[in-house]
């Protein structure tokens, strides 16, 4: 017998439909064909043991424990899911061959091989990568089945993620949270993420850059020249020189209003005469914009529709399930180039669809061309987000399916399109010694573009000067007629919203804090997952740690938001490391490294983290928005170590109260209480008491 083992139940029934003959018959959680039998999962059946799974101590949180590592790591089976899986269990002893049919992704591999491996599976298995679930594509790829050994590699990456989140997860929020307790936060969790933290920090960040942000004004000097063939604006460019570098700011910005006046003062004086140094015209092009990754499909959505990239992923999610579009949960931006042979089918759908711009569209485009996106080499075991071979009827979808499936349609629509072509015209002249630039654009070729009016890859700069020329050549002359000083301030950063923070994890090199690891990373896939990316996010705005403000939905940090990675070394708030660690898990998923080596650097960090735990100086303040708080902290430091704080404790005999150090365990050092303060004359005149005891001791005994 043939076993399909697929990630959900939807998925399975959509593969049995095409594995249809007439003498199929289901049972309680399978179903079976004449080509097989088909099952599924719930996702993941299994889960991580907690702790005090491992050892019933573990139950109450010790920083003496810590860090709790696995020497041997404990799934266990999901209450909800027990049923399944032991349906599940029975039809693998009875199968001679099974199909593992999970997504095909890091966490679809996981989820159906440590089944596999929970029940000591010995039959050989097969892969099949399902990208689409229309009937054309299941075929397809069954016909195409692969060794699922050819897999290993994908499932230690997903096996380092999993046990490397459960490492951090569960012995920093432990550490940190009693951290914050002997502070006296007595009731608050800190929940710690390998990535939900940084990505906090991210918010945390640039809320403070808001807040310490001080505009300042800058001055942009302008002047109008007149040529033979037209008059033209041109923008004055600096030298900034050592005599007259106290006027500019870091960012080169001119800020001293009297050396501009004194510059624009200078231009003003006869002689009027400038000479053309450079006149450029240069053809470029701007290539189509690649199909939607789910990352770029969830910033896209959030900034011309407004939707949270939960909201887009759960979409995409029902899109995929109804067979319109494939795959959803996809980081690659890049197409097979075997699938090309389907253009005239998808773009003749596009021509039927119920609107009328998308259907003149898909009518206008060459089925025919090839963009850069036909690219072998990017696709891994998924390619970009794409429309399906299936006819969509518009008309049934919701208004948020609709849109995002026009999303996903037009970007592939733009790859059967020409590129945007426009001249660009640079133009420098020389006044007074000083030089004047200008550019100018004209559009030979609106290609791609056609289907995206209003919007534009890049955000242009404010500072720069665009205009339409007149014809002129290098070594023309021309005739200064008059300046201006155009003042301007500088902006605050825009608060991160939910697309832009998705953004931002996927562009995590432009945030790390070392100048070598931006190099390093520039090219990486981000911290977090294309799949969890959402979730992480939704989790913290859950957990209070984030709020959302406004229209725009943009971020604010809370006050946990600030404790939590105030308490925190930077190690775990800047996203460095997560992205270097997420770079090493991608090279793993391709044969590089071991999960045992992976596992070590994960032990040695959190054992690192745990140490500094104990000596983290929490802030006793109380917080402003209803954090629970106890202020049980005194502002004397210990006597012993010099390093923690006394802190109010209570005796378990009889509920009395005494002094204890902060850094407790570490540092063991007690007082009593005397008028509601630590006793720490008292507790010393003890110590030394102690210590001449055991000084007369010792010189009795010899």
């Avoid at 899986?85 to 039809?91: D, N």
């Avoid at 089944?115 to 299941?138: H, Q």
């Avoid at 900034?240 to 510059?263: G, P």
Wanted: glycine residues 6%; aromatic residues 8%.
């Amino acid at each position: 017998m043939r076993l399909y083992i697929a990630e959900k139940p939807s998925m399975g029934r959509e593969i049995a439909k095409c594995l249809k003959t007439p003498h199929d018959t289901s049972g309680k959680g399978y179903i079976a064909t004449g080509e097989g039998v088909v099952t599924w999962l719930y996702g993941h059946v299994l889960r991580a043991a907690e702790p005090e799974e491992y050892d019933a101590r573990y139950k109450r949180w010790n920083i003496a424990d810590l860090p709790i590592v696995p020497t041997e790591w404990k799934m266990i089976i999901d209450y909800k899911a027990r049923e399944q899986f032991y349906i599940v269990k029975k039809l693998i002893s009875e199968a001679d061959e099974i199909i593992h049919a999970g997504d095909p992704d890091r966490e679809g591999q996981l989820l159906v091989d440590e089944v596999l491996d929970y029940v000591g599976n010995k039959k050989p298995v097969k892969r099949i990568l399902l990208n689409a679930l229309d009937a054309r594509s299941i075929k397809s790829a069954n016909a195409d089945l692969r060794d699922n050994a050819d897999f290993f590699n994908l499932k230690q990456s997903a096996l380092a993620r999993s046990r490397a989140d459960w490492l951090i997860g569960m012995n920093l929020s432990r550490a940190y949270t009693l951290a914050v307790r002997r502070a006296g936060y007595k009731k608050l969790v800190l929940p710690i993420g390998r990535v939900k933290t940084p990505t906090l920090a991210l918010v945390v960040r640039r809320e403070r850059e808001i807040e310490n942000f001080k505009p300042t004004d800058y001055y942009l000097i302008r002047a109008e020249f007149k040529h033979q063939n037209g008059d033209f604006t041109a923008q004055w460019v600096p030298k900034i020189e050592q005599s007259n570098k106290q006027h500019f700011d870091d960012s080169k910005r001119l800020i001293n209003k009297d050396f501009a006046d004194e510059m624009l003062n200078k231009f003003k004086e006869n002689p009027h005469d400038g000479k053309m140094t450079l006149y450029e015209t240069k053809e470029k092009k701007d290539w189509q914009p690649l199909p939607f990754s789910l990352s770029a499909l969830q910033v896209m959505a959030g900034k011309q529709l407004g939707y949270s990239p939960q909201n887009v992923l759960d979409i995409a999610q029902s899109l995929y399930e109804k067979k319109l579009t494939t795959y959803p949960r996809s980081d690659c931006s890049y197409l097979p180039p075997n699938q090309h042979k389907d253009a005239s089918i998808i773009l003749g759908n596009l021509t039927k669809v119920n609107n009328q711009r998308f259907s003149t569209w898909a009518k206008n485009a060459d089925p025919a061309k090839k963009s850069r996106a036909w690219n072998k080499s990017k696709i891994t075991a998924h390619h970009a987000i794409i429309p399906t071979t299936k006819l969509a009827p518009l008309e049934s979808l919701g208004e948020m399916e609709r849109n995002i499936y026009l999303l996903i349609a037009r970007q592939y629509m733009a790859q059967f399109y020409p590129e945007f072509i426009y001249d660009e015209t640079t133009v420098n002249i020389d006044y007074k010694g000083e030089t004047f630039a200008v550019k100018g654009k004209v559009t030979k070729h609106l290609g791609w573009k056609e289907m995206y009016a209003n919007w534009q890859n890049v955000k242009p700069n404010e500072d720069e000067l665009e205009v339409t020329l007149p014809k002129m050549a290098k070594g023309d002359s021309v005739e200064y007629q008059k300046g201006s000083t155009l003042k301007k301030t500088t902006k605050p950063p825009s608060r991160f919203t939910p697309a832009t923070l998705i953004q931002g994890m996927k562009e995590i090199h432009k945030y790390v804090k070392s100048e070598a690891a931006k190099k390093q990373l520039k090219d990486v896939y981000g911290i977090g997952t294309e799949a969890t990316r959402a979730t992480i996010i939704d989790d913290l705005i859950k957990r209070r740690f984030l709020t959302t403000m406004g229209k725009a939905k943009v971020l604010k940090p809370t006050e946990q938001a600030y404790l939590l990675v105030d308490a925190l070394p930077d190690e775990m708030t800047y996203p460095d490391a997560t992205a270097v660690w997420e770079d090493k898990l991608h090279s793993m998923s391709e044969g590089e490294g071991t999960l045992q080596d992976f596992l070590k650097g994960q032990v040695k960090f959190t054992e690192e983290l745990c140490e500094k735990a104990i000596e983290c100086d929490i802030k006793a303040a109380p917080p402003s928005d209803g954090v629970e708080y106890e202020p049980v902290v005194s502002e004397i430091k210990c006597p012993l170590c010099k390093k923690g704080f006394m802190v109010q404790r209570r005796k378990r005999s009889d509920n009395s109260i005494f002094w204890g150090c902060s850094l407790y365990p570490r540092c063991k050092m007690t007082c009593n209480d005397k008028n509601g303060g630590p006793d720490i004359e008292g507790a010393l005149t003890k110590i030394q008491k102690s210590q001449e005891r055991g000084q007369t001791n010792g010189r009795s005994k010899n």
